[in-house]
């Protein structure tokens, strides 16, 4: 992976003076590789991670196991796209194990999450089967601890 696009993965909020002084570019080079960068597709967006607390947020978050049949010619790239156009859905992953796709959603109850799947998701022709699991408490996401740094206690160092 390009340098640059690794320092922006891991922190898309350093300064182009910051990325330059790493990297030993110019500024300007540095405008210039993420404006390429991004009409090349190879930057698609930029988020923060917020906590709760500042989203005010008290939905809910579920991730489904989703079986589909295969179609015929698209096998299931189709269908995950299909279903990726959602606008409850936050993320889908195709997968290998018991299920085909992940997909992640947000709602702002328990019973918008179940009028999603069973209205939309689960009447898809080629869904099998789901199986919706809630997330109860994040601890950590894209690689950033959420409930905040522990302390951690030092023994004090005599002479």
Request: charge should be negative; glycine fraction near 8%; include cysteine.
């Amino acid at each position: 992976m390009d340098a640059l696009l690794k320092l922006l993965r891991d922190n898309a909020a350093l300064s182009t003076a910051d990325l330059a002084g790493m990297l030993e570019l110019s500024e300007e080079e540095i405008r210039e590789n993420i404006r390429r960068a991004q009409s090349d597709g190879d930057i698609l967006g930029y988020q923060a991670i917020l906590s709760d607390e500042a989203t005010g947020h008290d939905g809910v978050q579920a991730v489904i196991e989703v079986k589909l049949t295969p179609e015929r010619g698209g096998g299931f790239n189709r269908l995950a796209e299909r279903i990726s156009k959602y606008n409850e859905v936050n993320s889908c992953y195709l997968m290998s194990g018991s299920y085909d796709v992940l997909v992640i959603i947000d709602g702002n109850s328990l019973h918008d999450v179940a009028s999603f799947v069973s209205e939309k998701l689960a009447t898809i022709e080629g869904v099998t089967s789901t199986a919706t699991h809630f997330l109860l408490k994040r601890y950590k996401e894209k690689g950033v601890l959420i409930s905040g740094t522990e302390e951690i206690e030092l023994l004090a160092v005599s002479p």
